[in-house]
């Protein structure tokens, strides 16, 4: 997240580093406040009034040890329907002022909470959201990795957006297991970045249960945009991230018990900020698409802006969870290590066996050479401007594939930045990185295409409707690195 | 707003000026006056508080300071308030610009790893540093000193150094290790010590380097210039040379070098860094680093600004400023240093630098890699129908940029200089060495502000390049046993034309269909032009068994001549400005081929007869059926096609260097996201035959690059069989 607005700044004076309107402060407008470092009594931490824990006297300069704040999963969305195979949820945009290490925010929130009510469902349900939105703006949810109908995608191409005060009814089949997410397809830059985001978990009744699940959103606080004309700027890409934040706080503590056997969930919702997540005895279980094809266990997982890992803890003993630090060069940086958060186990013991999981042990499908459609990323930080196949969305060829069809479609970058592709309302198979095809079976719906590297998918287009296809570092999605791949 | 670990005691820079690999640079002081010899000295005495009395910060060590602080600047230039100077802090990348009173504040972040500084910047001074003293809070004044006009003949340019030896601070590769290494690696280095150059302009073929193998060649075994020497020694003349060519009544009886005075500027561009005057060089003046080191550090950052109406080079639109201002220090050389580069945070005295923005731009580029030329041999003429300015493009990549989807969206960097993620700065910063940031060490930059400084491209083809430029799909059908198949070559990846650049280069695309492994004999379609080479060219009724020179094994390939091409090229190729006729690219079709089983005297007998065509090329076998498929070979008429810019001379000779060219015939080179179909017809003995095609870059024509005895190893661009 940048700072888009900051409406003041506890223990002192700030401005906005690249304005976003909206001076009025909370108290002012009397709109609900969140914190997220002082946990309220409900589970989404968001708050009705000012943090009462805040120091009394703000010209007191003297810094106070405040303990850590627990992280938990973002409260879960309330299914209003007791059908067991529909789940049905109200989900409300609206302005919200939130705390984030000590600075009051002025964002955006579904239901007042941020990260926004994580919403479950299990394979085959059908998910109904009562969405209104409650901005002053048009806005849309896009639920990210799901194969949802084209009219139900949350995109404004050939459709409407939401607009202020205005209701929509989206639902939708799930016949996918593994975490999602939803965020705004209107604006996107500015609104995920505002605070528009949640997860969405599809279970799949097939799998063993875990004994608990954390639910965790890594946002970027504080994130430079060096996406500018201005002549005495570095020049440098967006994504320089100067605080991580996990469901919004930054460094909590994760209270487990050993012998716990959790799933975790963490989604990457920043807007181009990178990072390499890593653990002692890193369990990568699965990814954009449900469970891996086979475990893994790497030392640290990259996660791209969008992109989702479904990791395994055996619980023992505590451990930090660290961002090692990566970016949107497709490469570490050079930066320090931080912690992003801290499994906390007052009294280690033996540490569980996993569960049997169900990995299926696919190899990928073999790739015929040839191509189908071809998109070539290209852009540069100091004009600001990203292009596929040399076109600005929304000035693009639509590129065509038949219904039905198994598709090849390569993936060039010849910039300097990686470009997280994003495809709606499919997933896809990895067939080749540079030539080299995956160990095992990989499907996703958004890839890291790092810098001057060549990726082949495998799209089965099975699903009919105009869906876009874009880089997920939303500023280049602003810079026009969107296209549109019609399956018809 | 929280509180920075530093405290305000250590919140001080660190002044070292040295490179970092030098010892122990991180001297936390805040001297600004040291009296040694430190070029570091002048700025910060320039550079300076109201209020010094504090110098160690008169606080407690352990006293917390803020993590944001304010300090109001002034900044002056020679003496005078100075609006829109740009105001730094070392590690934030945050700018602010001074009023017109030549103030501005700054909010200082004191969390920032290493030396709290603050530069001021602008175009008409070397930026200049001040340490920021956390308990004095009085205005700090910069005092810039506008660099003196006036470009310094008699400034020797500093070499860049070599890689695996660090050197000496007189070469810029000591601090900039990375820099140098990649550009050592880059055919900047190389653009004066490529033999390939040297021959064109001498017309000299340095492969043929004994006077039996160069006489056997038809050249000449004369003494003459050795290249990046002062030495004479004797080496092979032959064929054209730049030298031979625009100086009259020279190289007839003797090597022209020594004698010439008409040098066709090639060594504005190929040896910009020759010391003393610039324009009118020849590029055998080009000795030592000026040779060695081609386009280095020290020119590119003596580069002031750019004149697009000039021509190419030193002499022209790249305008060099070297510093005229003798030395303050002889730490630093003869002249205070002087360096021009894109970043406004660059505040060491030992480099004087001084921001230009031109340095992230395509027009800096096209400094050399646009080329517009009139003809230069003596008594040649350029066709003003076809050229009413009076040049033709011989190189174009800017112009090519210029027109496409690119322009203004990606310049030449953007591609050719990939981002170093591996380090923080140009200085070599890495992530262990964050603490000592300071004004020797510079300050971490977001990633991407740190370019590689390889210039990749086809000359360095481990960086894939090529391969990401060009895609070829096939589209195929078969009817009555006929395979009809169409290659459609997408300009997909490059910013410019492809091939670009030097127009000796081409595209070769190669066709070939299979069932069950037997190759389909092609019975119609596009072939390979002219300009992919022939050993004997014969146009019908010729006696077509007689082929002098002809050896076993040769294929001689005919077609029909059917008219034109007609293609959207560059400029005029493509603007309407030309017919299809002016366009000049004979569409040829295949026809058939054989094989030479027997040679006797100039009389060969084939495998199969020849069949009835319009023209007859002798050459040899293409990429599928060349054991060695990446060595150039004559494959005029072969199934295929190919994409080039056919510069000729005043006889109507193609494929011509450039100095040479009076013309360009045709240009079918493939504009950014652009294509070409070429359609391609076989026998099919299947229902579903396989069709390969590749498409090779080519770096020289083939009749130069034999005669010349050059490396002209082909790479394939891309290859795909469906």
């Known amino acids: 997240m940048r700072r888009w607005c900051w409406v003041f700044v506890l223990l002192g004076a700030a401005g906005c580093s690249d304005s976003g309107g909206g001076s009025e402060t909370a108290a002012e407008s009397g709109e609900t406040v969140a914190s997220g470092e002082s946990e309220s009594d409900s589970e989404s931490g968001a708050r009705?009034?000012?943090?009462?824990?805040?120091?009394?006297?703000?010209?007191?300069?003297?810094?106070?040890?405040?303990?850590?704040?627990?992280?938990?999963?973002?409260?879960?969305?309330?299914?209003?329907?007791?059908?067991?195979?529909?789940?049905?949820?109200?989900?409300?945009?609206?302005?919200?002022?939130?705390?984030?290490?000590?600075?009051?925010?002025?964002?955006?929130?579904?239901?007042?909470?941020?990260?926004?009510?994580?919403?479950?469902?299990?394979?085959?349900?059908?998910?109904?959201?009562?969405?209104?939105?409650?901005?002053?703006?048009?806005?849309?949810?896009?639920?990210?990795?799901?194969?949802?109908?084209?009219?139900m995608d949350g995109v404004t191409w050939q459709g409407q957006a939401v607009g202020p005060g205005e209701d929509f009814e989206y639902s939708f089949e799930i016949d996918q297991a593994g975490t999602y997410w939803y965020h705004p397809h209107v604006d996107t830059d500015r609104q995920v970045d505002l605070g528009l985001y949640g997860v969405i978990v599809a279970e799949d009744p097939a799998d063993p249960v875990p004994d608990r699940e954390l639910v965790v959103v890594f946002d970027s606080w504080d994130e430079f945009s060096f996406d500018s004309d201005d002549e005495s700027d570095h020049h440098g890409l967006d994504g320089t991230v100067i605080e991580w934040t996990a469901n919004g706080l930054i460094d909590p503590v994760f209270p487990a018990a050993a012998g716990e056997r959790i799933r975790v969930r963490?989604?990457?919702?920043?807007?181009?900020?990178?990072?390499?997540?890593?653990?002692?005895?890193?369990?990568?279980?699965?990814?954009?698409q449900g469970l891996l094809a086979e475990l893994s266990e790497p030392e640290s997982v990259v996660l791209a802006p969008s992109d989702r890992m479904d990791g395994e803890w055996l619980i023992g003993a505590g451990f930090d969870v660290i961002g090692l630090p990566y970016s949107l060069l497709g490469a570490p940086a050079v930066a320090d290590e931080r912690r992003l958060f801290e499994v906390q186990v007052d009294a280690p013991g033996a540490a569980p066996v996993g569960l049997e999981l169900p990995f299926d042990g696919a190899e990928p499908t073999p790739d015929p050479g040839?191509?189908?459609?071809?998109?070539?990323?290209?852009?540069?930080?100091?004009?600001?401007?990203?292009?596929?196949?040399?076109?600005?969305?929304?000035?693009?060829?639509?590129?065509?594939?038949?219904?039905?069809?198994?598709?090849?479609?390569?993936?060039?970058?010849?910039?300097?930045?990686?470009?997280?592709?994003?495809?709606?309302?499919?997933?896809?198979?990895?067939?080749?990185?540079?030539?080299?095809?995956?160990?095992?079976?990989?499907?996703?719906?958004?890839?890291?295409?790092?810098?001057?590297?060549?990726?082949?998918?495998?799209?089965?287009?099975?699903?009919?409707?105009?869906?876009?296809?874009?880089?997920?570092?939303?500023?280049?999605?602003?810079?026009?690195?969107?296209?549109?791949?019609?399956?018809? | 707003?929280?509180?920075?670990?530093?405290?305000?005691?250590?919140?001080?820079?660190?002044?070292?000026?040295?490179?970092?690999?030098?010892?122990?640079?991180?001297?936390?002081?805040?001297?600004?006056?040291s009296g040694s010899e430190s070029a570091g000295s002048e700025t910060f005495?320039?550079?300076?508080?109201?209020?010094?009395?504090?110098?160690?910060?008169?606080?407690?060590?352990?006293?917390?300071?803020?993590?944001?602080?304010?300090?109001?600047?002034?900044?002056?230039?020679?003496?005078?308030?100075?609006q829109g100077a740009i105001v730094i802090q070392g590690g934030t990348g945050v700018v602010v610009h001074t009023d017109a009173d030549g103030r501005a504040l700054a909010l200082i972040d004191t969390t920032i790893q290493g030396a709290l500084v603050l530069m001021a910047s602008d175009e008409r001074a070397r930026t200049k540093a001040s340490e920021i003293l956390v308990n004095d809070a009085s205005e700090i004044v910069f005092e810039l000193e506008s660099i003196e006009p006036g470009d310094n003949e008699a400034y020797e340019f500093n070499p860049a150094g070599v890689p695996e030896n660090p050197g000496t601070t007189a070469e810029c590769g000591h601090c900039h290790q990375a820099f140098k290494d990649q550009w050592f690696g880059s055919p900047h280095r190389r653009s004066a010590s490529n033999p390939v150059v040297q021959d064109i302009y001498a017309g000299v073929a340095t492969a043929l380097a004994d006077q039996a193998t160069c006489e056997a060649a038809g050249g000449q075994w004369w003494v003459g210039v050795v290249p990046g020497s002062d030495q004479l020694a004797p080496r092979c003349y032959i064929?054209?040379?730049?030298?031979?060519?625009?100086?009259?009544?020279?190289?007839?009886?003797?090597?022209?070098?020594?004698?010439?005075?008409?040098?066709?500027?090639?060594?504005?561009?190929?040896?910009?860094?020759?010391?003393?005057?610039?324009?009118?060089?020849?590029?055998?003046?080009?000795?030592?680093?000026?040779?060695?080191?081609?386009?280095?550090?020290?020119?590119?950052?003596?580069?002031?600004?750019?004149?697009?109406?000039?021509?190419?080079?030193?002499?022209?639109?790249?305008?060099?400023?070297?510093?005229?201002?003798?030395?303050?220090?002889?730490?630093?050389?003869?002249?205070?240093?002087?360096?021009?580069?894109?970043?406004?945070?660059?505040?060491?005295?030992?480099?004087?630098?001084?921001?230009?923005?031109h340095f992230l731009t395509a027009e800096f580029c096209s400094g050399c890699h646009q080329h517009d030329q009139a003809a230069l041999v003596p008594g040649a003429s350029l066709d003003l129908a076809r050229w009413p300015d009076g040049v033709f493009p011989a190189h174009s990549t800017y112009e090519e940029w210029r027109a496409g989807p690119f322009f203004e969206i990606a310049p030449c960097s953007s591609c050719h200089m990939p981002a170093d993620p591996t380090l923080g700065n140009g200085a070599d910063l890495t992530a262990d060495k964050l603490p000592m940031q300071g004004v020797a060490l510079g300050w971490l930059r977001p990633p991407g502000a740190t370019r590689e400084h390889t210039w990749v491209g086809p000359r360095t083809p481990a960086s894939g390049m090529l391969q990401l430029a060009a895609a070829i799909f096939i589209d195929k059908a078969v009817a009555d046993g006929t395979l009809t198949t169409q290659i459609t070559v997408r300009n997909a990846g490059a910013g410019h034309a492809i091939p670009t650049g030097e127009p000796l280069r081409s595209l070769v695309l190669f066709v070939q269909a299979r069932c069950d492994g037997e190759v389909l004999t092609a019975i119609d379609g596009d072939v390979i032009p002219e300009f992919g080479g022939w050993l004997d060219r014969k146009p019908g009724?010729?006696?077509?068994?007689?082929?002098?020179?002809?050896?076993?094994?040769?294929?001689?390939?005919?077609?029909?001549?059917?008219?034109?091409?007609?293609?959207?090229?560059?400029?005029?190729?493509?603007?309407?400005?030309?017919?299809?006729?002016?366009?000049?690219?004979?569409?040829?079709?295949?026809?058939?081929?054989?094989?030479v089983i027997s040679v006797n005297g100039d009389q060969v007998s084939f495998d199969v007869p020849l069949p009835v065509g319009d023209v007859a090329y002798r050459g040899r076998d293409g990429y599928f059926e060349a054991g060695e498929p990446l060595a150039a070979a004559a494959v005029a008429g072969a199934p295929g096609f190919g994409f080039a810019r056919v510069l000729a001379d005043e006889n109507g000779m193609t494929m011509v260097p450039h100095h040479r060219a009076v013309d360009v015939v045709s240009d079918n080179r493939i504009l950014p996201q652009q294509e070409w179909t070429s359609t391609?017809?076989?026998?099919?003995?299947?229902?579903?035959?396989?069709?390969?095609?590749?498409?090779?870059?080519?770096?020289?024509?083939?009749?130069?690059?034999?005669?010349?005895?050059?490396?002209?190893?082909?790479?394939?661009?891309?290859e795909v069989s469906k």
Request: charged share 20%; proline share 9%.
């Open chain 1, 48 to 151: 009705e009034d000012l943090p009462g824990d805040l120091p009394s006297d703000p010209s007191s300069d003297l810094p106070t040890e405040e303990p850590r704040p627990e992280l938990r999963s973002p409260a879960e969305a309330e299914d209003l329907d007791p059908d067991p195979d529909v789940v049905r949820v109200a989900l409300t945009a609206a302005p919200l002022a939130y705390e984030i290490g000590g600075e009051l925010v002025e964002g955006w929130a579904y239901n007042g909470q941020i990260p926004g009510p994580t919403i479950r469902v299990e394979r085959g349900d059908t998910l109904t959201v009562e969405f209104h939105n409650g901005l002053d703006s048009a806005t849309t949810i896009h639920w990210h990795g799901l194969h949802v109908p084209f009219a």
């Open chain 1, 266 to 288: 963490a989604v990457n919702v920043a807007n181009a900020g990178y990072m390499a997540l890593s653990w002692p005895l890193l369990r990568h279980i699965g990814g954009d």
């Open chain 1, 370 to 488: 040839w191509t189908d459609v071809l998109y070539v990323f290209h852009g540069d930080p100091h004009t600001g401007y990203w292009t596929i196949n040399g076109e600005l969305f929304p000035d693009i060829t639509i590129e065509s594939l038949p219904l039905g069809e198994w598709a090849i479609v390569e993936l060039r970058n010849v910039s300097q930045s990686a470009h997280p592709f994003h495809l709606h309302g499919h997933g896809f198979e990895i067939l080749s990185v540079d030539g080299v095809a995956p160990e095992f079976r990989r499907l996703e719906d958004t890839f890291d295409v790092a810098p001057y590297s060549i990726v082949r998918i495998g799209v089965l287009a099975d699903n009919p409707g105009d869906w876009m296809a874009h880089c997920h570092i939303l500023p280049h999605v602003d810079g026009g690195m969107m296209t549109v791949l019609r399956v018809e």
């Open chain 2, 1 to 33: 707003m929280g509180w920075s670990p530093r405290s305000a005691a250590t919140a001080l820079g660190l002044l070292g000026l040295a490179c970092a690999d030098d010892g122990p640079v991180a001297q936390t002081s805040t001297s600004t006056d």
């Open chain 2, 45 to 82: 005495a320039t550079a300076t508080s109201t209020s010094e009395s504090e110098s160690d910060s008169g606080t407690d060590e352990a006293e917390p300071i803020p993590e944001q602080i304010e300090r109001s600047v002034l900044v002056l230039l020679d003496g005078v308030p100075l």
């Open chain 2, 239 to 357: 064929g054209t040379g730049a030298l031979p060519d625009l100086n009259e009544a020279c190289g007839d009886l003797a090597a022209c070098d020594g004698v010439a005075t008409s040098f066709g500027a090639c060594a504005d561009c190929h040896a910009p860094a020759i010391d003393g005057v610039v324009g009118g060089r020849d590029l055998h003046d080009a000795i030592g680093a000026s040779f060695e080191g081609g386009v280095h550090c020290d020119l590119c950052h003596k580069v002031e600004s750019i004149d697009l109406d000039g021509p190419a080079g030193v002499a022209g639109r790249l305008r060099l400023h070297r510093p005229v201002e003798p030395s303050p220090s002889p730490s630093v050389g003869p002249w205070k240093p002087l360096a021009f580069g894109p970043y406004a945070d660059v505040p060491n005295p030992r480099m004087g630098a001084s921001p230009r923005q």
């Open chain 2, 541 to 595: 009724p010729e006696d077509w068994s007689v082929w002098p020179g002809a050896a076993i094994g040769d294929v001689v390939r005919v077609v029909t001549e059917d008219g034109w091409v007609d293609y959207e090229g560059f400029g005029p190729f493509g603007d309407g400005s030309f017919d299809v006729t002016q366009k000049g690219l004979p569409r040829l079709r295949v026809v058939g081929q054989s094989r």
């Open chain 2, 680 to 718: 391609h017809v076989f026998a099919a003995s299947c229902v579903d035959p396989v069709v390969d095609a590749v498409l090779l870059h080519r770096p020289y024509p083939v009749a130069l690059a034999r005669e010349r005895g050059w490396d002209d190893a082909q790479q394939i661009m891309v």
